[in-house]
């Protein structure tokens, strides 16, 4: 996740950290390094300008705070000002209350992952038990509605279709429909169009007169960089979209998308798409972000997603099974579980702190967590619960049972007790506990 741009601001960073005095000199040469990196991440040259102006503006005009060194005073204004640039505030859905019809019109390019997108959005919004309706008005892509009922399907969602129609008729009906069976939100799919095509621009003009969007969403590939910028603004000024899915934003390692859209177009990135997975969309943080492009982390976003995946009193059973010594190899399964559903290891690294640039994703052999998972699922239950029986014929036959060696069966289990012997260390630092369960504590 903007990956390039990352590198190049974390370098920055530690060359400014080692000074120990911030002047004017200074400031101009780091400032010229941003310059650079901006420009390389494909930022739209007016934004790159303004940017430049108003952080040396802040830099040289900033105070002395007492008990902050000067270095660490201009990389918060870095931080700030990259923020604002991302759109300073996260962005909610504006949608009427559960009584009343909210509509969402996706739009964009062909190849963008709209039907994708509003499938995402489907799921994100019946989780805040909001009855939501997906809209088939995607009649040009060949299997487009057929590929729209399949995710519906998969995430519990109806789906409103019509084979032979116009998209306008469509949505039409499927507003009279949703009435009908009250679905308080409506989420239309709509062909993949080009902003220079007239025709196609006048229909979804037409589709917006009949469905009364409250959101208007375009959707966009943030690896295009500057052209995505360029769509967000022509669809803009002939359809006033009301914000923008930046989708591929796991793969984005440029940035210029996220960083211009909001200065050239004025409408805020509301959510990205960080994956193939129906659940991986987020909501977009534009201070998160910029402390992820400054190698800080994000811890608070580490922490919703352990939220999503481990409830309150599962850690705290978690806890009693590690100080009374009895977590087990089913225990040891279940982490492996509740990673996957966290999202992948390169996201996960770069919400710790201090991790990226320092661990390199890539060298994180997944293959070895998917050996482990198959040595554990060939065991008995008996032998998960009671690893110590486990002995020479017993290691034989799990070999074979999970297609690995003897040697990987027992590589596993010192690992696993390795692993119990740092849990039970943790268990005693009551003051890390603490802190765990207070950031775990919103659930309850």
Same mark, same amino acid.
């Given at each position: ?284 943080? @534009?201070? +998160? ?5 400054? =190698?800080? /982390?994000?811890? #608070?976003?580490? !922490?919703? &997603? ?85 002995? @020479?014929? +017993? ?5 074979? =049972?999970? /297609?690995?060696? #003897?040697?990987? !069966?027992? &590589? ?33």
């Amino acid at each position: 996740m903007l990956d390039r741009l990352s590198k190049k601001f974390t370098d920055i960073i530690r060359h400014i950290s080692g000074k120990a005095a911030i002047n004017e000199k200074n400031i101009e040469a780091v400032i010229n390094e941003i310059k650079i990196a901006l420009l390389e991440a494909d930022v739209n040259v007016r934004v790159v300008r303004r940017f430049v102006n108003h952080t040396t503006e802040a830099a040289l005009g900033a105070k002395v705070v007492s008990g902050v060194t000067p270095s660490q005073q201009f990389i918060k204004i870095i931080h700030d000002r990259l923020a604002a640039l991302l759109g300073e505030n996260k962005q909610d859905l504006i949608l009427k209350g559960p009584d009343t019809q909210s509509v969402i019109l996706c739009l964009g390019l062909q190849g963008s992952g709209k039907t994708t997108t509003a499938a995402k959005l489907a799921q994100m919004l019946k989780h805040k038990d909001r009855k939501t309706l997906l809209v088939a008005a995607d009649l040009i892509r060949p299997a487009a509605i057929e590929q729209l009922s399949i995710l519906g399907r998969q995430i519990g969602v109806e789906v409103y279709k019509e084979e032979k129609s116009s998209p306008v008729k469509v949505v039409k009906n499927s507003i009279k429909f949703a009435e009908k069976n009250q679905f308080d939100t409506v989420i239309i799919d709509t062909s993949g169009r080009l902003h220079i095509d007239e025709n196609m621009m006048k229909e979804i003009a037409d589709i917006n007169r009949i469905a009364h969007a409250d959101e208007i969403l375009l959707v966009a590939d943030a690896m295009t960089g500057q052209h995505a910028v360029d769509i967000a603004k022509e669809f803009n000024e002939r359809v006033e979209i009301t914000g923008v899915i930046l989708t591929k934003f796991d793969s984005d390692t440029r940035g210029g998308a996220a960083l211009s859209i909001k200065s050239v177009t004025g409408k805020s990135i509301k959510f990205i798409g960080v994956g193939e997975k129906i659940e991986d969309i987020e909501p977009f943080y @534009p201070d +998160r972000i910029a402390s992820r492009i400054l =190698g800080m /982390g994000d811890v #608070v976003t580490l !922490v919703e &997603k352990a939220q999503a995946t481990i409830e309150l009193e599962e850690a705290k059973d978690l806890q009693k099974k590690i100080e009374s010594k009895t977590f087990d190899l089913e225990d040891y399964l279940d982490q492996f579980k509740r990673m996957k559903k966290m999202g992948n290891v390169r996201s996960l690294i770069e919400m710790i702190p201090g991790l990226k640039g320092n661990i390199d994703p890539d060298e994180i052999d997944m293959n070895e967590m998917k050996r482990e998972e198959a040595i554990i699922l060939s065991m008995t239950r008996k032998e998960r619960k009671n690893p110590r029986i486990i002995g @020479p014929g +017993r290691r034989k036959r799990i070999a074979r =049972g999970s /297609g690995t060696a #003897v040697f990987d !069966v027992n &590589k596993l289990l010192k690992k696993f007790d390795k692993t119990k012997t740092m849990m039970k260390k943790v268990s005693k630092n009551k003051e890390y506990q603490t802190q765990m369960m207070s950031r775990l504590g919103p659930l309850q």
